[in-house]
Protein backbone atom coordinates (compact mmCIF):
# COMPACT_ATOMS: atom_id res chain seq x y z
CA UNK A 1 0.00 0.00 0.00
CA UNK A 2 2.94 2.64 0.83
CA UNK A 3 4.44 1.67 -2.37
CA UNK A 4 1.23 2.45 -3.99
CA UNK A 5 0.52 5.53 -2.75
CA UNK A 6 3.76 6.87 -3.60
CA UNK A 7 3.54 5.81 -6.59
CA UNK A 8 -0.20 6.81 -7.41
CA UNK A 9 -0.57 9.96 -4.72
CA UNK A 10 -4.16 10.38 -5.96
CA UNK A 11 -5.12 6.04 -5.89
CA UNK A 12 -8.65 4.95 -4.12
CA UNK A 13 -9.34 5.84 -0.65
CA UNK A 14 -9.37 2.80 0.34
CA UNK A 15 -5.66 2.64 0.11
CA UNK A 16 -6.04 4.80 3.10
CA UNK A 17 -8.42 3.17 4.88
CA UNK A 18 -6.56 -0.40 4.82
CA UNK A 19 -3.48 1.00 5.95
CA UNK A 20 -4.79 2.23 8.45
CA UNK A 21 -7.07 -1.07 9.40
CA UNK A 22 -3.45 -2.96 9.32
CA UNK A 23 -2.28 -0.50 12.01
CA UNK A 24 -5.53 -1.13 13.90
CA UNK A 25 -5.10 -4.52 14.25
CA UNK A 26 -1.31 -3.97 15.42
CA UNK A 27 -2.26 -1.87 17.95
CA UNK A 28 -0.89 1.30 16.91
CA UNK A 29 -3.62 3.73 17.07
CA UNK A 30 -1.91 6.90 16.16
CA UNK A 31 -1.19 5.89 12.28
CA UNK A 32 -4.47 4.07 12.41
CA UNK A 33 -6.56 7.40 13.25
CA UNK A 34 -4.47 9.41 10.96
CA UNK A 35 -4.87 7.05 8.19
CA UNK A 36 -8.42 6.51 8.34
CA UNK A 37 -8.98 10.03 8.70
CA UNK A 38 -7.09 10.63 5.69
CA UNK A 39 -9.64 8.19 3.80
CA UNK A 40 -12.48 9.63 5.50
CA UNK A 41 -11.28 12.86 4.06
CA UNK A 42 -11.03 11.71 0.77
CA UNK A 43 -14.32 9.24 0.60
CA UNK A 44 -16.33 10.27 3.30
CA UNK A 45 -19.58 8.34 2.36
CA UNK A 46 -17.50 4.93 3.12
CA UNK A 47 -19.70 4.45 6.55
CA UNK A 48 -16.96 1.58 7.61
CA UNK A 49 -14.13 4.45 8.04
CA UNK A 50 -16.70 5.66 11.17
CA UNK A 51 -16.98 2.55 12.71
CA UNK A 52 -12.99 2.11 13.17
CA UNK A 53 -12.19 5.66 14.37
CA UNK A 54 -15.44 4.62 16.57
CA UNK A 55 -13.41 1.52 17.60
CA UNK A 56 -9.97 2.99 17.63
CA UNK A 57 -11.70 6.03 20.03
CA UNK A 58 -13.55 3.85 22.62
CA UNK A 59 -9.89 1.86 22.82
CA UNK A 60 -8.23 5.58 23.75
CA UNK A 61 -11.46 6.38 26.20
CA UNK A 62 -11.73 9.20 23.67
CA UNK A 63 -15.39 8.49 24.26
CA UNK A 64 -17.18 11.48 23.37
CA UNK A 65 -15.30 11.38 19.71
CA UNK A 66 -16.07 7.77 19.85
CA UNK A 67 -19.76 8.26 20.27
CA UNK A 68 -19.47 11.32 17.53
CA UNK A 69 -18.39 8.43 15.29
CA UNK A 70 -21.01 6.04 15.57
CA UNK A 71 -23.86 8.91 15.60
CA UNK A 72 -21.93 9.65 11.88
CA UNK A 73 -21.81 6.02 10.92
CA UNK A 74 -25.61 5.87 11.56
CA UNK A 75 -26.42 8.63 9.80
CA UNK A 76 -24.64 7.69 6.68
CA UNK A 77 -25.94 3.35 7.30
CA UNK A 78 -28.96 3.90 9.69
CA UNK A 79 -29.53 0.34 9.59
CA UNK A 80 -26.25 -0.48 11.30
CA UNK A 81 -25.89 -2.36 14.49
CA UNK A 82 -24.27 -4.45 16.60
CA UNK A 83 -26.00 -7.25 15.30
CA UNK A 84 -25.69 -6.33 11.46
CA UNK A 85 -22.16 -5.93 11.80
CA UNK A 86 -21.21 -9.05 13.90
CA UNK A 87 -22.78 -11.03 10.81
CA UNK A 88 -20.12 -9.66 8.03
CA UNK A 89 -17.12 -8.27 9.94
CA UNK A 90 -13.72 -9.06 7.91
CA UNK A 91 -12.23 -10.26 10.94
CA UNK A 92 -11.12 -14.33 11.57
CA UNK A 93 -10.66 -14.67 15.04
CA UNK A 94 -13.12 -14.18 18.05
CA UNK A 95 -11.08 -12.32 19.18
CA UNK A 96 -10.82 -9.22 17.31
CA UNK A 97 -14.29 -9.53 16.87
CA UNK A 98 -15.03 -9.29 20.06
CA UNK A 99 -12.16 -6.30 20.27
CA UNK A 100 -14.09 -4.49 17.64
CA UNK A 101 -17.53 -5.40 18.56
CA UNK A 102 -16.79 -4.46 22.36
CA UNK A 103 -15.13 -1.16 20.90
CA UNK A 104 -18.62 -0.41 19.36
CA UNK A 105 -20.50 -1.10 22.01
CA UNK A 106 -18.92 1.21 24.43
CA UNK A 107 -18.71 3.97 21.84
CA UNK A 108 -22.72 3.67 21.71
CA UNK A 109 -23.41 1.42 18.36
CA UNK A 110 -27.12 -0.11 18.89
CA UNK A 111 -27.14 -3.82 20.07
CA UNK A 112 -29.94 -4.82 17.15
Not at 58 to 84: H, W
Amino acid sequence: IDQGMRLDPLGPPSWEFHLGHSYYKMGRHDEAISFIRQSMTRGPEFPVTYLYLAVLYSELDRNEEAEQMVQLSLGKAPNYSIATIARVIPHKSDKQIDRFLGGLRKAGMPEG
